[in-house]
């Protein structure tokens, strides 16, 4: 059974943007024999148009067209349904993804296509939701089209959750690639960012990594650490989670300690590497010496925990 996450459950870092799925994914309906039939018997039934992993949106709301408007494709996706009361959507709406090859201007001839990171800071919490999972379980399709045992083209099933090869039977489930990203303090609670070999030379962030196979989250988070700056940590504490569907990620946000020492960036992932003070975020940031990761990020929320507040706002006066 899925279930919305309620208030009492947020992690330290609260609500992040792409964290916000509140759906009945209905894990019990999916295994429903002609679930899709039903679905587009009961004029209810909305869909959610995807292109190119960008929605079709009508004045900031998703486009949420009647299945009665919309021709049934070869594989539609089961979303869930909504459990928020809403103006235009009622509780209990099942939502049906629908994927397109390319944005089609017969499908929102006025309104616009999305992409998940402009849509959600624009899309209610409810749909940008609904866009997070879209999207992920579209990329994992678009990724996992053959089957790892024979090569046999994989059929999906179960409302889209699963695919099945039809040679040997075997089932595929969807796949997370789970990331850590972490916030390193030291003794005087300086913050460690480092600046990545794939960005311009002013972008600072947080230091993160895929997690390896066999490894757990706190030793990923020593391990990455130690590999991109040379910085050793020690108690890694978990801080709160978002997806990041680009194409398959989970971030993990940690925090962790560490003594004062001179990092030393690896100059593979990371050119440059430094300790910073609050003081010298906001200065550096207010004279745009540096940029700090964009607001649907992870990263941000982590920065802005550790900071205590908006980086634009200085520091609360006592902190270092
Ligand atoms: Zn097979």
């Not at 759906?23 to 869909?47: I, K, N, Y």
């Not at 070869?74 to 629908?98: C, F, K, M, R």
């Not at 003070?277 to 990761?293: D, H, T």
Request: proline content about 8%.
């Amino acid at each position: 059974m899925s279930q919305a996450v309620g208030i009492s459950s947020l992690p330290p870092l609260g609500s992040l943007p792409l964290a916000r799925g509140t759906a009945d994914r209905g894990s019990a309906l999916r295994m429903a024999p002609e679930l899709f039939d039903r679905l587009w018997e009961q004029p209810e039934t909305r869909v959610l148009h995807l292109a190119d992993q960008r929605a079709a949106v009508r004045e900031n709301r998703l486009l949420l067209q009647s299945a009665a408007e919309v021709e049934r494709p070869a594989n539609p996706i089961y979303l869930g349904s909504t459990v928020e009361a809403d103006p235009e959507v009622p509780a209990g709406t099942h939502i049906v993804l629908v994927e397109h090859q390319s944005p089609q201007a017969s499908i929102a001839p006025e309104d616009s296509w999305l992409g998940l990171r402009t849509a959600a800071s624009v899309l209610v919490t409810q749909e940008a939701g609904l866009l997070v999972e879209a999207v992920a379980i579209s990329n994992w399709h678009a990724n996992h089209t053959h089957c790892p045992r024979c090569g046999q083209r994989t059929e999906p099933t179960e409302g889209g959750w699963v695919r099945r090869c039809p040679a040997d039977e075997s089932l595929h489930y969807p796949r997370t690639d789970p990331a850590i990203i972490v916030t390193v303090t030291d003794e005087e609670d300086r913050l460690l960012l480092g600046s990545s070999t794939a960005w311009p030379d002013n972008r600072y962030s947080t230091l993160a990594g895929f997690v390896e196979p066999g490894e757990s989250l706190e030793a990923a988070v020593i391990r990455e650490v130690e590999e991109e700056s040379g910085i050793v940590v020690h108690s890694p504490q978990y801080l709160g989670s978002q997806p990041w569907p680009f194409p398959a990620s989970l971030m993990l946000g940690f925090t962790a300690k560490a003594a004062h020492a001179e990092p030393v960036p690896d100059g593979v992932e990371i050119k440059d590497v430094r300790w910073f003070s609050r003081a010298e975020i906001f200065e550096q940031v207010k004279a745009e010496r540096i940029s700090i990761a964009s607001g649907a990020s992870i990263a941000r929320a982590l920065i802005e925990h550790w900071y205590g507040g908006p980086l634009d706002e200085e520091p609360a006066a006592g902190r270092p």
